[in-house]
């Protein structure tokens, strides 16, 4: 039993010499960590491969273009023999146990006097597996555990406290396999989630009944405006000592009010942390089989809000400038002014038979695509009956894939 244990231990390796032995695919491997680490690394091989020729000339491994001799671990700490050179590899293995150097060799595990662990990292805990003799075990092992600590499906609560905080997730556009690992994680270890009815909330049905869900939609304004009344829950709950995430639709900083939120938390004195989302704006034409940009075809998107009607004074688009380019626009916030927006458009010089597809609920089960052309889309939307959320694209990329997506 004791020759198959090892005892795991995590070696301070800074300012350390460690000698490595051969610069082939194990070298390879195995020297980014060492210079993670810190290491003072020695390199001793007459040959590399180009990776590991590219760290020595990067100054991150000093390398000795040459075979092992005996004498070469003078000094080291930590010894790493991967030559595939037999002879070589036993005399310097033989040279660490008698310097007493803790020696892993890549070519005889049971030789060695010490294994290295399939290692990952995750947010500050790296996690080491050693299986003894199944090295893919240990990967497979590692991978999973690194893995739940990423996607937040292997609950790890961080003990030490700390202090208020809130995270604004952005959640992508509605499929839930669409937020971000980072998002994902964040919202598997909140003690308070605010959500926006946009986003996806088949998320939210899968936290721990310990996790309190608000809808962000239903949290009571009276002397405030709503903006300043979700504002003020993520202040208090994470006041309290909670753990908040702000779970929002798409990327919390278009047309989120993503920001406002940041600053309302920075003059509380409350730390924020913004993770991006995959925004609507390119991700529901993208579901709906359009690109918004295509070689040959469109070199520029333009995302534009249509929540304000053209004529509107306090509109802050220039649709006049908008009709003039060639290129791909998409209009968020749409749905119930793309009449009025598209006449403008066409007014401004923007040819009536642009294409033009409005996707409704996009990357959900409700997705659906409707066709028309800036001249027949505010007739052929009322008419198909087009509620929000809807992306609507126009341009000629819209043209590019087939018109059957349903
Ligand atoms: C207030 S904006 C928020 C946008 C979001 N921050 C983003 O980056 O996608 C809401 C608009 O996004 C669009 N939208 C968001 N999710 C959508 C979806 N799944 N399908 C279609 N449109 C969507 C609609 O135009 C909706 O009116």
Redesign the pocket.
């Known amino acids: 039993m004791s020759e198959h244990f090892a005892y795991p231990v995590g070696l301070r390796l800074s300012g350390r010499r460690v000698v490595v032995l051969g610069a082939g695919q194990v070298a390879q491997r195995r020297l980014p960590a060492l210079i993670a680490a810190g290491a003072d690394i020695l390199l001793i091989s007459p040959s590399a491969t180009a990776s590991v020729e590219a760290m020595a000339e990067a100054g991150e491994v000093r390398w000795e273009r040459r075979r092992y001799r005996d004498g070469d671990f003078e000094g080291a700490w930590y010894v790493l023999i991967t030559t595939d050179d037999p002879e070589a590899n036993a005399a310097a293995s033989a040279e660490a146990e008698a310097r007493r150097i803790w020696c892993v060799r890549s070519d005889d595990a049971q030789a060695a006097s010490a294994w290295t662990p399939a290692t990952g990292r995750s947010e500050g805990v790296t996690v080491a597996v050693l299986t003894g003799e199944d090295p893919r075990r240990s990967a497979a092992v590692r991978d999973a555990v690194v893995e739940g600590l990423r996607d937040g499906t292997l609950a790890a609560p961080r003990h030490r406290a700390r202090g208020p905080h809130v995270a604004l997730v952005?959640g992508g556009?509605?499929d839930p396999d669409l937020i971000t690992v980072r998002g994902r994680r964040l919202l598997a270890e909140a003690d308070v989630v605010v959500a926006d009815r946009?986003?996806p909330r088949d998320l939210l049905d899968e936290l721990p009944p310990h996790v309190e869900v608000i809808d962000a939609a239903k949290i009571p304004y009276g002397r405030f405006m709503a903006q300043e009344a979700i504002n003020n829950a993520l202040i208090e709950h994470a006041k309290a000592g909670k753990s908040v995430v702000r779970l929002?639709?798409?990327?919390?900083?278009?047309?989120?009010?993503?920001m406002e939120e940041a600053e309302a938390l920075a003059a509380a004195g409350i730390p924020c942390t913004v993770v991006p989302?995959?925004?609507?704006?390119i991700?529901?034409p993208g579901a709906a089989g359009i690109p918004v940009t295509h070689r040959g075809v469109a070199h520029e998107f333009t995302v534009v809000?249509?929540h304000v009607a053209p004529d509107d004074p306090s509109s802050l688009v220039d649709w006049a400038a908008l009709a003039r380019l060639r290129g791909t626009l998409v209009?968020?916030?749409?749905?119930e002014k793309i009449g009025a927006i598209a006449a403008t458009l066409v007014a401004h010089g923007r040819a009536a038979d642009t294409p033009v597809a409005v996707?409704?609920?996009?990357?959900?089960p409700g997705?659906r695509r409707v066709d028309a052309t800036l001249a027949t889309v505010g007739e052929r939307a009322a008419a198909e009956g087009i509620r929000?959320?809807?992306?609507?694209v126009i341009g000629d990329v819209v043209a590019l894939s087939s018109r059957d997506h349903g």
């Open positions: 952005g556009p509605g946009l986003g929002k639709g798409g990327d919390p900083f278009v047309f989120g009010r993503g989302g995959i925004s609507s704006s991700s529901v809000s249509g209009l968020l916030m749409a749905v996707v409704q609920e996009g990357t959900t997705q929000p959320p809807a992306v609507v």
